[in-house]
């Protein structure tokens, strides 16, 4: 079993930055991935890591502005937010799953572990 606990959000300016984090407890895991939840719509892959290997992917409305990062020593996920606009507001969630199935295909039902949710909000 492999907990999860966010931290990082807050109210910030659109054109500002944020960084989120993400600590991994016990058990090993194959992919893990932020995904964004707004208010009334689903929720929506954002970024994933292969954590063994280190490549990543993002969503096209993040490219060039959101980059995921991970340490594998203290099982620590990142998601480095710049340039933020009023559209990236809403509930993130780290997410793992135990294989790297989530990273290639990076939906919601593949990850196994969730965490509780940080609010990011993106003022205009």
């Not at 194959?30 to 707004?38: L, P």
């Amino acid at each position: 079993q492999v907990r999860l606990i966010e931290s990082g959000g807050g109210l910030v300016q659109a054109g500002g930055s944020l960084r989120l984090s993400c600590a991994a407890y016990g058990g090993s895991v194959g992919a893990m991935a932020w995904f964004r939840e707004a208010p009334g719509k689903d929720r929506d892959y954002v970024a994933a890591i292969r954590w063994t290997v280190g490549d990543t992917r993002y969503a096209d409305s993040v490219k060039g502005r959101l980059t995921i990062s991970r340490d594998k020593d203290s099982s620590m996920l990142y998601l480095q937010m710049d340039n933020l606009k009023p559209e990236d507001t809403g509930a993130y969630y780290c997410a793992a799953c135990r294989t790297a199935s989530g990273y290639f295909n990076p939906r919601a039902y593949e990850f196994d572990y969730w965490g509780q949710g940080t609010q990011v909000t993106v003022s205009s």
